[in-house]
């Protein structure tokens, strides 16, 4: 059974950065993708970075596109997602996810079947 924990979330000023963690237990060793989804109150999730472990592949809104990155660790149980250069409209909750989805649907947050409780990213200006 896989299960995620994110950590690292905070109040920041605009500008700023912040490094978001989730540690897996239960992942296979290849053939997943872990996430990264962001949701404020009354929208939906919100697509942010992805990380295929085939290939090591990563994937990004085009909102957060050379301010944040997403990588794992050489232990491969930890990812994690920098975030640098925080707007006002980078505050939301941030979820991460794992799941099989194909490439096109990458992108989509019902093809993830595990998710992590979240932690708040607030941003002020």
């Known amino acids: 059974q896989v299960q995620l924990v994110e950590s690292g979330g905070g109040l920041v000023q605009a500008g700023a950065s912040l490094r978001l963690s989730c540690v897996a237990s239960?992942?296979?060793?290849?053939?997943?993708?872990v996430a990264w989804f962001r949701q404020t109150p009354g929208k939906e999730r919100e697509f942010v970075a992805a990380?295929?472990?085939?290939?090591?592949?990563?994937y990004y809104a085009d909102s957060v596109k050379g301010r944040f990155t997403v990588s794992r660790d050489n232990a491969k149980s930890t990812f994690a997602l920098q975030m640098n250069s925080l707007k006002p409209e980078d505050t939301a909750r941030y979820y991460c996810?794992?799941?099989?989805?194909?490439?096109?649907?990458?992108?989509?947050?019902?093809?993830?079947?595990?998710w992590g409780q979240g932690t708040q990213v607030t941003v002020s200006s």
């Open positions: 996810a794992a799941g099989v989805p194909i490439l096109s649907a990458i992108r989509s947050a019902p093809v993830y079947r595990t």
């Open positions: 990380f295929r472990s085939n290939g090591g592949y990563t």
């Open positions: 239960g992942l296979s060793n290849s053939g997943y993708t």
